[in-house]
């Protein structure tokens, strides 16, 4: 009797062990499969590569989502307050290097509305509230660092950091009302572009 008890034993193990090993395997065989399935599908399916493409389900997850997480976490706090000098100085700047893909006031950007994901246009209606819940210092690391697969490029490169840190502020605060020499420095010298209303 005993010595049946024992091999009973021996079997519930040797079943347990078999079904943890089971378990395992049809995991990673699982796992490989996915993996299999996604390269066969990046080789001869057709992954949305062409900006004309309708976004996937996951791009907002890879790029906004961890941007804006990392932003927050490692922002900083501005040098020196907004003024309308700042906002003078960044106007110029952003009427050079950014109005072509984010626009100016009354104006979009045909170039960055062709983008994928689309360049939010910061001074219309629609992308308005785009930086409203964003601390300078978060816009400041986008600035300096970039948002791989946006466009958004790192201008953390060409930019001094007291530059860095006036657009930084100008956009923080185009959500409201910006004074009008720097709405005019916004927009002088640019030629017609398209209305500010732009689809969604």
């Known amino acids: 009797m005993a010595k049946q008890s024992r091999n009973s034993g021996r079997s519930n193990r040797r079943g347990g062990s078999n079904g943890v090993g ?52 490692e922002a900083k706090t501005p040098p020196f307050p907004a003024s309308e000098d700042t906002f003078e100085a960044a106007a110029k700047l952003y009427r050079q290097q950014c109005v072509s893909c984010h626009g100016a006031p009354g104006q979009s950007s045909t170039t960055g509305r062709a983008m994928s994901p689309r360049a939010p246009q910061f001074f219309s209606p629609q992308d308005k509230s785009v930086l409203a819940s964003q601390k300078p210092g978060e816009i400041y690391w986008k600035t300096a660092y970039g948002i ?8 953390g490169k060409t930019f001094t950091d007291t530059q860095l840190w006036q657009i930084s502020l100008l956009l923080q605060a185009s959500n409201g009302e910006l004074p009008d020499p720097v ?13 500010t209303e732009i689809k969604p």
């Open 22 to 73: 089971k378990f395992i395997f049809g995991m990673f065989f699982g796992a490989a499969l996915t993996l299999l399935t996604i390269a066969a599908w990046m080789r001869f399916g057709k992954p949305p590569v062409a900006v004309s493409d309708a976004a996937s389900l996951w791009e907002p997850l890879v790029a906004s989502v961890p941007a804006n997480a990392r932003a927050k976490s």
């Open 148 to 155: 791989r697969r946006t466009g958004m490029p790192a201008f």
């Open 183 to 195: 709405r005019a420095l916004l927009t002088e010298g640019l030629p017609p572009l398209q209305p």
